[in-house]
């Protein structure tokens, strides 16, 4: 994870060398925090970007300090204990201001990334797809624009101070920056065509879905929550899974068979606390995939202590309300079932007793859910009766599809079908409908 950003050198002056046997980057985290808070998703995000973490420090404060982040005696009494874990990097729990990086950076004299950067390198590193390596980069620049303008704001401050926008109060900074950021913005600009272009491939795929009529479901949930792995086990697809943060970034969906009935499931980018802002607007397309589902599955690790399972809960609601899926039809899916003890087994019974406790490993509680699932598209099923002609064969197998069982009669006009359809769906073959007996 080097720290590059434009207007400075890939390379900093404090990069570290490599050592041997050693982590080569060695982080010092420090937070700034109302209450007691525990670093160890810090650690995890770290450990996923190949760093290591070499100490930590929490400051109880009501809010960061505007100009440091840490209140300035921490930070001196943060310089020797750097020096003591022999640290090359200092990362912090919250996005900092350009201004309090900068003085960060300047007073211990250790490059400073902050908890988006983090993040962001590490969605950088996972990005396969075209689409997802754009986006990605669209965020990183985004993020680069808003210090770049924190610091030109500031130099056009030391201007106006020699002389109200008189002779030398250009500085070449100032001009240098002027540059970064026109190209930044040509960048962003290209990069957004560029976007535009690949998700017209996406949406035409969508649409041969939608024209498939097919009801779908959305994986929604905190990343590592075992997304991926429930929509294996719903499928038989063969996503990748790994123990890391951030594994997933590109959607993908498949169809699977519920009683008769095929519904389509998709897997997509998982969630965080303090998500940066720069990637649900850079994500807005891939995220659109959970907002146009008819269901969604809010997939939770309960594996978690209850303060964190309700804590990730949270995190993940307020990016769905976010992004404006607020109130779709969900389940909660309590997941990794198989490493809970007895107790907690029931603990989680009576806190969250309208979720589905499974195992996406182990396969435990699959067919409840399946059931719920199923369910859920059953509460909104209608009766319909159409009258389809006989030349509409692709109608006729796309309804089996969707009505699992249904009655046929041939008559001499077309098939008369009689059949149980999600309203939604229903509406899609009114104009098959007869005497009124339609949707
Ligand atoms: N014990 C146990 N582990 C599970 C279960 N489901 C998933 N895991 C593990 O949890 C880790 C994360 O699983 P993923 O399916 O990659 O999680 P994800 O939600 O897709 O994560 P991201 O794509 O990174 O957001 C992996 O190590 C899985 O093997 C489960 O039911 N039980
Ligand atoms: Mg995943």
Not at 74 to 85: G, T
Not at 332 to 359: G, I, M, T
């Amino acid at each position: 994870m080097e720290k590059s950003r434009s207007g400075r050198t890939a390379q900093s002056r404090y990069a570290p060398q490599p050592t041997e046997g050693r982590a080569r980057q060695r982080a010092f985290v420090v937070a700034a925090s109302p209450e007691p808070t525990d670093l160890a998703e810090m650690r995890e995000l770290l450990r996923t970007a190949g760093v290591a973490t070499v100490g930590e420090v929490v400051q109880i404060r009501d809010k960061p300090h505007p100009n440091l982040y840490l209140g300035p005696g921490k930070v001196d009494e943060l310089a020797p204990l750097l020096k003591e874990a022999d640290a090359n990097l200092i990362v912090t729990d919250d996005e900092l201001s350009p201004r309090q990086e900068r003085n960060l950076e300047k007073q211990l004299e250790l490059p400073v990334l902050d908890r988006t950067a983090v993040i962001l390198d590490i969605f950088a590193g996972h990005a396969h797809s075209a689409e997802g390596k754009l986006q990605v980069e669209l965020a990183q620049l985004e993020y680069n624009m808003a210090r770049m303008r924190g610091l030109w704001t500031h130099l056009e401050r030391l201007g106006a101070g020699r002389g109200v926008g008189g002779i030398g109060t250009r500085g070449p900074g100032e001009s240098q920056i002027e540059t970064d950021r026109r190209l930044a913005r040509d960048r962003i600009t290209a990069l957004r065509r560029r976007l535009d272009h690949v998700r017209s491939n996406r949406a035409v795929q969508r649409a041969e879905r939608e024209r498939a009529h097919l009801p779908s479901v959305a994986l929604a949930g905190y990343t590592n929550a075992g997304k991926s792995t429930l929509l294996n086990a719903l499928t038989g697809a063969e996503v990748g899974v790994r123990d890391r943060l951030f594994h997933t970034l590109d959607p993908t969906t498949r169809t699977t068979r519920v009683q008769g009935r095929t519904y389509l499931v998709t897997d997509t980018v998982g969630f965080i606390r303090k998500l940066p802002h720069q990637l649900v607007d850079a994500f807005a397309a891939t995220l659109e995939e959970t907002k146009r589902a008819d269901l969604l599955l809010h997939v939770v690790d309960a594996s978690a202590p209850e303060e964190e399972l309700l804590a990730m809960t949270r995190a993940v609601d307020d990016v769905l309300e976010e992004i404006g899926v607020g109130d779709q039809p969900r389940i909660l899916v309590l997941n990794k079932a198989d490493v809970l003890d007895a107790d907690r087994r029931r603990e989680l019974a009576f806190r969250h007793p309208e979720a589905a406790l499974v195992s996406a490993l182990s396969g435990e509680g699959l067919d409840e859910l399946q059931e719920r699932i199923a369910d859920e598209f059953e509460r909104t099923l209608c009766d319909v009766e159409l009258l389809v002609p006989f030349s509409e064969g692709g109608t006729l197998s796309e309804l089996h599809d969707l009505a699992g069982d249904l009655e046929r009669t041939e008559t001499p006009d077309g098939v008369r079908i009689q059949a149980r359809l999600p309203s939604v769906i229903a509406e899609r073959f009114d104009r098959y409908a007869v005497n009124g007996a339609g949707p």
